[in-house]
């Protein structure tokens, strides 16, 4: 009796894993949308702000755990491409119902939309006191991406990259 109560035990703990994991593979699929949809506006924001290509390095690796972002202008064009999308205010800040409609509008329901506008929002609190823009927005895209892989929700580069590549072409 132990042993199959010890075996329904290890099945609900297998199902509970399985059903966390669809849940990062789910949210990691998002996330790619997410990006994906949010990288339209780089080629427009490439020509406005005259991108150097080291910037350009930066986009290509920004889910790369392991890779650090270190160029201002990175958060200069995360601006702009924000912009594009009606995704901050006048005075700078993320506009919350327009960034929890960009997530719903790319995969995310309605909790998982919540829940990034939230991470959003305690980066740019914490972030706060940096006074230049591109600084500040280049600091918050640290903390999201750090959120971000906490909850294994990232996805490969060569994924999104692949889909960018594709929409390029269509």
Partial sequence: MALLTRWRMLAL???CLAVRLD???ASQDIMKKLTVGFSKALDQCKTELAIQENVLQDFYNF???DYTLVNREMGCVLMCM??????????MK???KNAHEFAKTHGADDEMAKQLVSMIHECEKTHEGVVDDCGRVLEMAKCFKTKIHELKWAPSMEVVLEEVMTEIQS
């Fill in 82 to 91: 924000a912009s594009k999308f009606d995704l901050i205010t006048e005075d």
């Fill in 63 to 65: 889910w790369r755990e």
């Fill in 23 to 25: 849940w990062a593979m």
């Fill in 13 to 15: 703990i297998a199902a």
């Fill in 94 to 96: 993320v506009h919350h």
